[in-house]
């Protein structure tokens, strides 16, 4: 994903091991229902908190 991210000129994101179980249940939900809403949103919140913590350093 995070491959993905950077092709596309996003920064990659971390998903911390609290959210490591909901991660793979919205992906899970993305793959059976072919609906993605829900991991959009999850990766768009991470990279949110992503950008910030970069602009933090910068």
């Known amino acids: ?3 993905e991210l950077m ?3 996003y920064l990659p ?3 911390q091991v609290d959210e490591r179980q909901k991660y793979y249940e919205v992906l899970d939900h ?3 229902h072919n ?3 829900w991991l ?3 990766v768009a919140s991470l ?3 992503t950008l910030e913590e970069y602009l ?3």
């Open 40 to 42: 959009i949103d999850m």
């Open 30 to 32: 993305a793959g059976v």
């Open 7 to 9: 092709r596309a000129g």
């Open 47 to 49: 990279e949110i908190t």
């Open 13 to 15: 994101v971390i998903i």
């Open 35 to 37: 609906d993605y809403a």
């Open 56 to 58: 933090k350093l910068v």
């Open 1 to 3: 994903m995070n491959f």
